[in-house]
């Protein structure tokens, strides 16, 4: 059974940076395309950044490119997040995601419509 764990959440005041983390266990991540995803209260899931398993393709939606980078580290069976120049509307439970079935990012799109496993979010919040 694939279970996937994130961590790193936590207050930071804008402009400030945080990593999230999310190790794998039960299976290995890199026969999976992988990606975060974010929810803030009253607004649906959305997609935050997203690597493709097949080519290594790389998603960012607008709001997130040059801000928030998305990498994997197979030897350690972890995928992070690594988001720079925070804002409030940042604000948001983030969640690892992964896929087996999509070799791309395609499974990213609309909130990870796409995506197969789920890992329990870490709230982000920030706040001066």
């Known amino acids: 059974e694939v279970q996937l764990q994130a961590s790193g959440g936590g207050l930071v005041q804008p402009g400030g940076s945080l990593r999230l983390s999310c190790t794998a266990s039960g299976t290995t991540l890199d026969d999976y395309s992988i990606g975060w995803f974010r929810q803030a209260p009253g607004k649906e899931r959305e997609e935050v950044a997203c690597?493709?398993?097949?080519?290594?393709?790389?998603y960012y939606p607008e709001a997130m490119k040059g801000r928030f980078t998305i990498s994997r580290d197979n030897d350690r069976n972890t995928m992070y997040l690594q988001m720079n120049n925070l804002k409030p509307e940042d604000t948001a439970v983030y969640s690892c995601?992964?896929?087996?079935?999509?070799?791309?990012?395609?499974?990213?799109?609309?909130?990870?419509?796409?995506?197969?496993?789920w890992g329990k979010g870490t709230q982000v919040t920030v706040s001066s």
């Open positions: 995601a992964a896929t087996s079935f999509y070799g791309t990012v395609a499974g990213c799109y609309s909130g990870g419509y796409g995506m197969d496993y």
């Open positions: 690597i493709g398993k097949t080519d290594s393709s790389t």
